[in-house]
């Protein structure tokens, strides 16, 4: 059974979708490029232009992971005109956002009313009231390892609609099994159900 891993950064895995960085080389498998916030300096428009080069490769399949974070040294106004820059490049190339949000939902909801593309959170480790905000926003949610262990997570997950669910493991070392397994537990579905609506959800997703 093929487990699709929306997000990760393990070059050596062969499937799902891994966040590559404009240092690499990653044309041989699916792959999303994107300025993460963190990694915004004074050369941004020189690697933003990188990342539109490299971004219309075939095997690309969404812009990212790149966003807002308030716990950086990264002005926060700079961050918005990159992340808005980044959305305007996904709507003219027409592909998905992977987006990293820490501490700003707010002012994330509010650049992506500019989206004409998906946009998909990715590491949801929030409350459902936030989850539910978003989702009312046009947003899908991916989550990760926290939902393996934290009860209030999967509560979240139990109010998510299956169309809105991505599954991912970021840069943790775990299987992706163990993710399924648990959000089908949590649907009370099979493993094979939930693999089938996650790939219904890529196709409405990844073009």
């Known amino acids: 059974m093929f487990l699709f891993d929306f997000h990760h950064h ?13 240092l690499e080389d990653v044309f041989t498998k699916p792959f999303s490029i ?9 050369n941004w428009k020189k690697n933003l ?16 992971e790149c966003g807002l974070d308030r716990l950086i040294a990264v002005d926060f106004e700079l961050q918005k005109s990159v992340f808005e820059a980044q959305i305007d490049w996904a709507n003219e190339i027409q592909k998905p956002i992977i987006i990293h949000c820490v501490r700003s939902f707010s ?6 009313k500019k989206s ?36 209030s997570l999967q509560l ?12 991912e493991t970021d840069d ?10 648990k959000v089908a537990d949590i649907k009370s579905i099979s493993v094979e159900e939930l693999q089938n609506q996650i790939q219904k959800n890529l196709e409405n997703t990844i073009k």
């Open 10 to 22: 393990h070059p050596q895995k062969k499937s799902g979708l891994y966040n590559a960085n404009i």
């Open 34 to 42: 994107g300025l993460h916030p963190k990694d915004i300096d004074e």
């Open 172 to 181: 943790s070392d775990f299987e992706i099994v163990e993710l399924y397994q």
């Open 107 to 112: 002012e994330t909801i509010a650049l992506g």
């Open 156 to 167: 979240v997950i139990k109010e998510v609609p299956l169309e809105k669910i991505f599954l």
């Open 49 to 64: 232009q990188v990342v539109k080069d490299i971004s219309a490769d075939k095997n690309c399949k969404a812009i990212g």
């Open 116 to 151: 004409k593309v998906q946009m998909v959170i990715h590491g949801f480790n929030k409350k459902n009231a936030l989850a539910q905000e978003l989702l009312s926003h046009g947003f899908s949610l991916s989550f990760g390892k926290a939902v393996l262990n934290r009860v």
